[in-house]
């Protein structure tokens, strides 16, 4: 089997892993924002997703040898385990995170991360990886081939030199990794505004009203067109519902059921209220002997900018 893989890979070359990498979080940035990556930190991160530093894709000895043996593992083992990965990109528009996957078997719902690495493997930073991807592909268990590289770096396939891991779905790893990418993103708008900022004061706006007003910001777009929507639903109902009043009354007729709605017509009535205004202006000392004074709990009022 090993000897049918002889020579079978090619680099890999994939628009998803090196184009947009400004616009999405993917695995690799992960474990940078949860702090747990010694090569990088967040704030330079943020430096580069927002362009005040430009990345650049490193291709090196390490990269080329993982992109060669990748499909030679994938294949192996779904020959050995009568599996079906294939490789797969998941994208969420709205949480900016994208997940390019080394295997996913749709069926048994699986999800599999190749790693080939040296003699101390980092498996917090592969675990966490895994999670996002988990959570973007909906598997609910993932597996880890740890493949070790030769000191030659032969590309040979040995499956000896590979091992399994399985690594469980965890929530409360994945809630947290969603909120820290989405603080991630509230900072890096507060950078883009105020790019001198030092490390210290990307790290503390936590709780400031700057990043307050930036995350408002994020939502703003939704925001606008959701009230725009809402205000047009609003005016289509009053429209049908006074033609449906002027139909009932001419059929005479009293309740309408649809399979969601009870339509029933409210007959014309009259009321009677206290008319405050007259008798503030006839009465005023009395009216001030009854005034009493309500506490109002202080709010933000949003209003859409106008150009």
Known sequence: MVGDFKGFGL??????VTKKRNVYCG????PTILGINKYKTQF???KEKTGLVEREFV???????????????RDYINAMNGTSFIEETYIDEVKKIRSNVDGIDKEENILLEIKTHG??????????????YMYQ??????????????????????????????????????????????LFWSRCELLKANPNIDEQEYLTTDNDMELALAKLNNLAPALI???????????????????????MEENNIKKMSTPLL???????????????????????????????????????????AKE
């Open 11 to 16: 680099q890999k070359q994939d628009d998803n």
């Open 27 to 30: 695995g690799s940035d992960i």
């Open 225 to 247: 067109e959701a009230k725009a929507q809402l205000k047009e639903i609003e005016h289509q109902e009053k429209e049908l519902k006074d033609y449906l009043y002027e139909q």
């Open 44 to 46: 330079e991160l943020a």
């Open 59 to 73: 291709s090196n000895e390490f990269v080329k040898f993982g992109n060669i043996l990748e499909p030679h593992i």
């Open 119 to 132: 003699a101390n493997p980092t498996l917090k930073v592969y675990e966490v990886q895994m999670q996002l």
């Open 262 to 304: 009870n339509v029933t017509r409210v007959l014309p009535s009259t009321s009677t209220r206290f008319d405050s205004k007259a008798f503030k202006e006839e009465h005023p000392d009395l009216h001030e002997q009854y005034l009493k004074e309500n506490q109002r709990k202080g709010y933000v009022k949003i209003t859409e």
């Open 137 to 182: 592909s909906g598997a609910e268990v993932g597996w880890l081939a740890l493949y070790q590289r030769p000191k030659n770096f032969d590309t040979e396939f040995d499956a000896d030199n590979l091992k399994i891991k399985v690594i469980e779905r965890d929530e409360e790893l994945i809630a947290k990794i969603l909120d820290s990418v989405k």
